[in-house]
């Protein structure tokens, strides 16, 4: 196989040749081209390469080739790694230091820092994507360039499915928080793995073995938390509220004042600080000859250590694990293998929010119907988005994974107090008519704030209401949608709607028709929305433990 990085010259290259050169991703690649418009940074990694390359067995590692023209570099390529900066770090310090000035986020890939740096981002990306159109159709692009999730997306109308979003932030998180929970993750496997999001905008909602769900445990273990990165970086009453755990760059978001404050106060930016250390690293490198692997580990090592150091406290070091490397470049070479055909992965990708799932003339398959349904990977977001969530890759491509435990819900439910509910329907399986004299709905919510809105209400109508207040901050709001004069499916929606966090969540019930149910519920990652049960003993089970119940 050919691999073509553009950004042959970036600072993280020697990780990509390093797994390509040992270990499971050994041998993937015969030959790796490196692209790049500095002529100066790609002598640099080239000394570099050539480094590492004297460790190993002769042969061990792929033939280098540099280039400085991008149709030479794509010419024959059946891989593509994107990993550009337009502007340099120089465009980064900017894009920090102008936020900051004016006391907001100036970050990389968030706040104000982060929509310069996309804007800077995708015109080039894009014309590298045409040119991909025309020098190699087949390839697939795996960008890393940020910010990822922006980048990914603008990039999605010119090459469709062949282009994969890579970051190792979720990832990290996943496996950290698995460590601390003692939750052993089969290796190409998300079974029991629950996270969505945005890049750098996630949270992971799930972490079962076994069948049993360890994160609650772990939220509830300071001692725990205190293993990793992101279980330091929020705090216990916070995660406590949310009951999953965010991303490490959720941080800007849920701590924003302290974020600023600890840029500012720290002199200069981490594009400044970067942007010093390349400045007298590169030439160094390139004149190192056999220590210029040596000399670039340190410098990596350095840099890590650097990461994030706004949201540390004085004298906490990062985790060993995540400053000994071996992150985005391998979740990249394990799609790069699935993509090729060295067998199907689970990994945390970058890709439309869209699920493809065989539709069923039953519940149980999760369809209404026969054929082919696209249902959102993350409900509430267009299908055209592209969203971080945990991916199958083949050769066919990157299609998210269809969480059932988080939309799916069961027709008969165990209560609270363990018994049964048998479902009441009425005569054909039909919905009662909202117009039919003596229907009583009910509606009932519970939620992580352990209160009951008033939305219980008896009435011939469908339509119920609860509202917001202080104590409990959750509306809820039914609608009943019914074709008129046609005998088919009835559906009603439930919308529900978190004031504060600005989140929503749609419950979707839908009568078919000769006593056969389906139900869906959209939206919620565990612990962040209610239960809800409503009429004729029908429970949907939410994201908590309890349980709420409707009678007719």
């Given amino acids: 196989m050919r691999l073509t990085i553009a950004g042959g010259g970036g600072f993280r290259v020697p990780l990509v040749y390093r797994a390509l050169s040992a270990g499971p991703f050994a041998g993937l690649v015969r030959e790796l081209v490196l692209y790049d418009v500095d002529p100066a940074r790609l002598a640099a990694i080239e000394a570099v390469l050539a480094s590492l390359a004297r460790q190993g067995p002769p042969g061990s590692g792929p033939q280098i080739r540099a280039v400085s023209s991008l149709p030479e570099a794509l010419d024959g390529a059946d891989m593509v790694f994107a990993a550009i900066r337009p502007g340099g770090t120089a465009g980064r310090t900017a894009d920090e230091r102008i936020a900051l000035d004016l006391g907001l986020l100036g970050q990389e890939t968030t706040g104000a820092g982060g929509i310069s740096y996309a804007l800077r981002s995708i015109p080039p990306m894009l014309r590298l994507a045409e040119e991909m159109r025309s020098r190699c159709p087949g390839a697939w692009l795996l960008n890393f360039t940020n910010p990822a999730g922006m980048v990914t997306e603008a990039l999605v109308p010119v090459l469709g499915p062949k282009v994969i979003g890579i970051c190792d932030s979720a990832s990290g998180l996943v496996h950290r928080a698995a460590r601390a929970a003692g939750v052993a993750l089969p290796e190409g496997t998300l079974d029991g793995v629950g996270y969505y999001g945005l890049n750098h905008l996630g949270w992971l909602y799930r972490l079962e073995a076994g069948g049993r769900d360890a994160l609650p445990a772990l939220l509830a273990n300071p001692a725990a938390l205190s293993e990793f990165e992101e279980g330091r970086l929020f705090s216990p009453g916070l995660l406590a509220s949310l009951g999953c755990l965010p991303n490490e760059y959720l941080f800007y978001y849920y701590d924003t004042v302290r974020a600023v404050a600890g840029m500012r106060a720290a002199g200069q930016t981490r594009g400044e600080s970067i942007a010093r250390q390349q400045a007298e690293l590169y030439p160094r490198l390139a004149a190192a000859g056999a220590e210029a692997f040596a000399l670039?580990?340190?410098?990596?090592?350095?840099?890590?250590?650097?990461?994030?150091?706004?949201?540390?406290?004085?004298?906490?070091?990062?985790?060993?694990?995540?400053?000994?490397?071996?992150?985005?470049?391998?979740?990249?070479?394990?799609?790069?293998?699935?993509?090729?055909?060295g067998g199907a992965a689970d990994l945390i990708l970058n890709t439309r929010n869209a699920v493809t799932t065989a539709g069923s003339a039953g519940p149980e398959a999760g369809g209404a119907g026969s054929g082919t349904q696209v249902v959102p990977a993350?409900?509430?977001?267009?299908?055209?988005?592209?969203?971080?969530?945990?991916?199958?890759?083949?050769?066919?491509?990157?299609?998210?994974?269809?969480?059932?435990?988080?939309?799916?819900?069961?027709?008969?439910?165990?209560?609270?107090n363990g018994s049964w509910w048998r479902r009441r329907r009425p005569a054909g399986g039909r919905l009662p008519s909202p117009r039919s004299p003596g229907i009583r709905s009910w509606i009932r919510m519970t939620s992580p704030e352990n209160c009951w809105p008033a939305m219980k209400q008896r009435s011939r109508s469908w339509a119920v209401s609860g509202t917001a207040g202080r104590s409990c901050p959750w509306a809820l709001t039914a609608r009943q949608?019914?074709?008129?004069?046609?005998?088919?499916?009835?559906?009603?929606?439930?919308?529900?709607?978190?004031?504060?966090?600005?989140?929503?969540?749609?419950?979707?019930?839908?009568?078919?028709?000769?006593?056969?149910?389906?139900?869906?519920?959209?939206?919620?990652?565990?612990?962040?929305?209610?239960?809800?049960?409503?009429?004729?003993?029908?429970?949907?089970?939410?994201?908590?433990?309890?349980?709420?119940?409707g009678v007719e």
Avoid: K
């Fill in 481 to 549: 949608h019914q074709r008129p004069a046609v005998p088919g499916p009835e559906t009603l929606q439930l919308s529900v709607h978190h004031v504060q966090a600005h989140v929503a969540q749609l419950w979707v019930v839908e009568r078919l028709g000769n006593g056969r149910e389906h139900l869906e519920a959209h939206g919620f990652p565990r612990g962040h929305g209610p239960d809800i049960a409503f009429h004729d003993g029908v429970e949907l089970h939410g994201p908590e433990t309890g349980v709420a119940r």
């Fill in 296 to 341: 670039w580990e340190d410098a990596r090592r350095s840099r890590e250590e650097g990461y994030l150091a706004e949201a540390r406290t004085s004298g906490e070091r990062r985790d060993e694990t995540d400053l000994a490397g071996g992150g985005y470049e391998r979740v990249a070479l394990a799609a790069m293998r699935a993509l090729s055909g």
């Fill in 378 to 416: 993350v409900p509430g977001l267009p299908a055209d988005a592209v969203v971080e969530v945990p991916c199958r890759v083949t050769p066919d491509g990157a299609g998210p994974v269809r969480d059932r435990r988080n939309w799916s819900c069961c027709g008969a439910s165990r209560t609270s």
